[in-house]
Nanobody, 114 residues
Framework: QVQLVESGGGLVQPGGSLRLSCAAS??????MGWYRQAPGKQRELVAD???????NYADSVKGRFTISRDNAKKTVNLQMNSLKPEDTAVYYC??????????WGQGTQVTVSS
């Protein structure tokens, strides 16, 4: 059973930065990334990264967020810069194995407010 442990998140002013991290157990041959869900909205993909390092970003975060991974440590990080109030949401780490099995973290709150 894959387990995901998230860290980071919190309260930041508009224009500020935060870094989210997620540590996984199990195989490294997977895709990892982050979804987010704001109140009253559907969960949406923020960014993901394959084992080989191919990245994918939502249009709304391109140029502001950077996803990276360390396969040796089995971690994925999301560096979030130039944060906006509309980035406020619960952010969920996820992992999709090559078998298509998907696992989720417990979620971490990101609040962008002055």
């Amino acid at each position: 059973q894959v387990q995901l442990v998230e860290s980071g998140g919190g309260l930041v002013q508009p224009g500020g930065s935060l870094r989210l991290s997620c540590a996984a157990s199990g195989s490294i041959f997977n895709t990892m990334g982050w979804y987010r869900q704001a109140p009253g909205k559907q969960r949406e993909l923020v960014a993901d990264i394959t084992f080989a390092g191919t990245t994918n970003y939502a249009d709304s975060v391109k140029g502001r967020f950077t996803i990276s991974r360390d396969n040796a440590k089995k971690t994925v990080n999301l560096q979030m810069n130039s944060l906006k109030p509309e980035d406020t949401a619960v952010y969920y780490c996820y992992l999709e194995e090559i078998t298509r099995a998907t696992y989720w973290g417990q979620g971490t709150q990101v609040t962008v407010s002055s």
